[in-house]
């Protein structure tokens, strides 16, 4: 329930900022993707400001989050390793577990009889 709260509280003053800005920035921008002809560009595209700039930053999350990604790698591969070993201990723990399991005449509510070996004599 906290959660929800502290969600509200952050997402509800975002999401009024970020209308605010669109309203603010709605004057359309011509983007030329042309470096050698600004006066008529083999590709231009006219939008408003806020449009582009919400295209830039969700290319930008995009790209960062491609680049955390592949610098996570290493981690991705040591955590399949350890996973592979957790589980290959786990079947010799169960393994184990069935070899030394009370047979079937001994009771569950019974405690297995101790035996004492005496010392060899020498």
Known sequence: MLRRIISALILVPLTVITIAFA???????????????????????????????????????????????????????????????????HQELDTIRRRFAPGPSQTAGEPAPYTVNPPPIP
């Open 23 to 89: 309203v603010a920035n709605r004057q359309s921008v011509t983007v030329s993707f042309d470096p050698f002809s600004s006066t008529s560009p083999a590709y231009a595209a006219t939008l408003p400001l806020f449009v582009l700039i919400f295209v830039l930053m969700i290319l930008g999350v995009l790209l960062g989050g491609a680049a955390v990604w592949i610098g996570q790698t290493k981690w991705r591969r040591t955590a399949r390793r350890l996973d592979g070993e957790v589980r290959a201990l």
